[in-house]
């Protein structure tokens, strides 16, 4: 539901509305037009009467939003989100490349990845600690010591560091240590872990499920938001079709559909969505062309040796020359 305010409405009259649906368990969210101030209410509206929000003399007129997602939606929040996450802008014409290993082996490998990502331009350094592995016996990862390992590159480059969880026994480790937390996509619709991370007021990066529609994506940043989280970075990573000639399909089309939906940034992670190193740079391309406000890509400096999906990360040098051609598309389609 969204309460229009009539034209000149003060600070002092918008109070009691606040306190008074706040009391009733809702999430209140202000909007702010070029010429139109609004009030969101998120929640379980339906307890709310037009009698009891037009009894206050600044409410013009009532919206009631269709829509499951209000604070990941455009009706709640119309103009389109830019995050600042320790001096990097993503969303809203703000690119930001996110690159780094699939998972942390060992202190030389994440630190030699994370210095030549950030010689080539990438804003953060992603590497996982803890790994979800369809086999029970594939790498898993190293855990709270490739947290450590993380802390160090960020340490070394600057760079911060973007990484997944798992389960809630961590969250306070990531909060303190991690400073964008990622979902996978086997944990899209785990909304308990949704809620929770969303409680620490992290940025979130948000991978859309293999099979999952674009409405149960946001309804998963919904969780997320209404947790308390402020900055949801949407990531579109390929879903499961009848295809078998990549490891997944890309759907490019989330991207302008998702713009359409919702405020939040969406990046494109090119590595996952193919299964393929050398289908990373057309499919990079293809997404900076098409509007994406990031790419997450998977570095490693030996993937022949790679403990974890090798055969989709791309060499330093292949990196650098791709960061080189995403820049002339930018500046093509600006």
């Given at each position: 539901m969204i309460l229009i305010l009539k034209q000149g409405t003060q600070e002092n009259e918008i109070n009691p509305i606040r306190q008074k649906f706040e009391s009733m368990g809702l999430i209140i969210q202000e909007i702010k037009g070029e010429s139109t101030r609004m009030i969101g209410l998120a929640g379980d509206t339906s307890q709310v009467t037009e009698d009891e929000v037009m009894v206050h003399p600044c409410v013009e007129r009532i919206m009631r939003v269709s829509e499951p997602y209000k604070l990941a939606g455009r009706k709640f929040h119309p103009e389109t989100s830019i995050f600042d996450i320790m001096g990097r802008k993503i969303g809203g014409g703000e690119f930001a490349v996110i690159a780094g290993p699939c998972s942390v082996e060992t202190e030389e490998q994440i630190l030699s990845v994370a210095e030549s990502v950030k010689k080539s331009g990438a804003d953060f350094l992603r590497g996982g600690a803890f790994k979800p592995r369809t086999s029970p016996y594939a790498f898993k990862g190293l855990g709270l010591e490739g947290l450590?390992?993380?802390?160090?590159?960020?340490?070394?480059?600057?760079?911060?560091?973007?990484?997944?969880?798992?389960?809630?026994?961590?969250?306070?480790?990531?909060?303190?240590?991690?400073?964008?937390?990622?979902?996978?996509?086997?944990?899209?619709?785990?909304?308990?872990?949704?809620?929770?991370?969303?409680?620490?007021?992290?940025?979130?990066?948000?991978?859309?499920?293999?099979?999952?529609?674009?409405?149960?994506?946001?309804?998963?940043?919904?969780?997320?938001?209404?947790?308390?989280?402020?900055?949801?970075?949407?990531?579109?990573?390929?879903?499961?079709?009848?295809?078998?000639?990549?490891?997944?399909?890309?759907?490019?089309?989330?991207?302008?559909?998702?713009?359409?939906?919702?405020?939040?940034?969406?990046?494109?992670?090119?590595?996952?969505?193919?299964?393929?190193?050398?289908?990373?740079?057309?499919?990079?391309?293809?997404?900076?062309?098409?509007?994406?406000?990031?790419?997450?890509?998977?570095?490693?400096?030996?993937?022949?040796?790679?403990?974890?999906?090798?055969?989709?990360?791309?060499?330093?040098?292949?990196?650098?020359?791709?960061?080189?051609?995403?820049?002339?598309?930018?500046?093509?389609?600006?």
């Amino acid at each position: 539901m969204i309460l229009i305010l009539k034209q000149g409405t003060q600070e002092n009259e918008i109070n009691p509305i606040r306190q008074k649906f706040e009391s009733m368990g809702l999430i209140i969210q202000e909007i702010k037009g070029e010429s139109t101030r609004m009030i969101g209410l998120a929640g379980d509206t339906s307890q709310v009467t037009e009698d009891e929000v037009m009894v206050h003399p600044c409410v013009e007129r009532i919206m009631r939003v269709s829509e499951p997602y209000k604070l990941a939606g455009r009706k709640f929040h119309p103009e389109t989100s830019i995050f600042d996450i320790m001096g990097r802008k993503i969303g809203g014409g703000e690119f930001a490349v996110i690159a780094g290993p699939c998972s942390v082996e060992t202190e030389e490998q994440i630190l030699s990845v994370a210095e030549s990502v950030k010689k080539s331009g990438a804003d953060f350094l992603r590497g996982g600690a803890f790994k979800p592995r369809t086999s029970p016996y594939a790498f898993k990862g190293l855990g709270l010591e490739g947290l450590e390992l993380l802390e160090l590159a960020r340490k070394e480059t600057g760079l911060p560091i973007v990484t997944e969880i798992m389960s809630p026994e961590y969250l306070g480790v990531f909060a303190d240590k991690v400073d964008i937390i990622q979902i996978g996509a086997r944990n899209m619709q785990n909304f308990t872990l949704l809620r929770q991370v969303g409680e620490l007021k992290k940025p979130v990066l948000l991978k859309r499920g293999l099979s999952s529609t674009i409405e149960e994506l946001l309804m998963s940043a919904e969780y997320i938001i209404s947790g308390g989280a402020s900055q949801v970075i949407l990531c579109e990573r390929g879903i499961r079709t009848f295809e078998t000639s990549t490891r997944n399909t890309l759907d490019l089309s989330a991207i302008p559909v998702l713009h359409k939906k919702s405020h939040l940034p969406v990046v494109i992670d090119p590595s996952h969505a193919t299964g393929y190193s050398d289908l990373v740079e057309s499919m990079s391309l293809a997404a900076a062309a098409a509007g994406a406000d990031g790419l997450i890509i998977e570095v490693h400096n030996n993937p022949e040796k790679a403990l974890c999906d090798g055969a989709q990360s791309v060499k330093p040098d292949i990196f650098d020359s791709l960061i080189k051609k995403i820049k002339k598309i930018r500046e093509i389609i600006k």
